[in-house]
T-cell receptor
């Protein structure tokens, strides 16, 4: 059974204070690892897909990286508008469905 | 384009009542799905469809029914609501035709069952 564990559950940063969110996973055969952003009262919004260890993707202040056991979402010099819950999900070659983690709630303090 | 549209936004039911959560997408996506989101748990797949006339069960299908008569619409029916079905429900669609590529989510329906 695929499993996704995200840490920390919640993170408070000062504006401009860089940090990383962690997503550890167990999957029989990784097809893809996904990062989504979810704002309060909204549905998740797609950020990145990573397919193989060593792959990196960037978007504005966010950079996602992937190893064989975990993924990191690095946030550089965050702004208050980066406050959201960040969700990680994995899929395997067997069922082509997503298994989601419980998310990291990120708060950026002005 | 409106994307994925869900209605209603909020709903309160009494135990035993039935209702239908509506989902429509205007992106011509073949794949559509329903998830529920509960505190402390990740999004869990309820039912999904890979095209009109084709539906299948996800991880937590009990107590829910779906049908897909058109590409655009994928309603979720609660047959006899139970307090355990109190949750936030999200509809999602995918251009890729599978459930593990980039998903477009609706804004959700918050359901309370008393």
């Amino acid at each position: 059974e695929d499993q996704v564990t995200q840490s920390p559950e919640a993170l408070r940063l000062q504006e401009g204070e860089s940090s990383s969110l962690n997503c550890s996973y167990t999957v029989s055969g990784l097809r893809g690892l996904f990062w989504y952003r979810q704002d309060p009262g909204k549905g998740p919004e797609f950020l990145f897909t990573l397919y193989s260890a060593g792959e990196e993707k960037e978007k504005e202040r966010l950079k996602a990286t992937l190893t064989k056991k975990e993924s990191f979402l690095h946030i550089t010099a965050p702004k208050p508008e980066d406050s959201a819950t960040y969700l990680c999900a994995v899929s395997n070659f067997g069922n082509e469905k997503l298994t989601f983690g419980t998310g990291t709630r990120l708060t950026i303090i002005p | 384009n409106a994307g994925v549209t869900q209605t209603p936004k909020f709903q309160v039911l009494k135990t035993g009542q039935s209702m239908t959560l509506q989902c429509a997408q205007d992106m011509n996506h073949e794949y559509m799905s329903w998830y529920r989101q509960d505190p402390g748990m990740g999004l869990r797949l309820i039912h999904y469809s890979v095209g009109a006339g084709i539906t299948d069960q996800g991880e937590v299908p009990n107590g829910y029914n779906v049908s897909r008569s058109t590409t655009e619409d994928f309603p979720l029916r609660l047959l006899s609501a139970a307090p355990s079905q109190t949750s936030v429900y999200f509809c999602a669609s995918s251009q890729a035709g599978t459930g593990d590529e980039k998903l477009f989510f609706g804004s959700g329906t918050q359901l309370s069952v008393l």
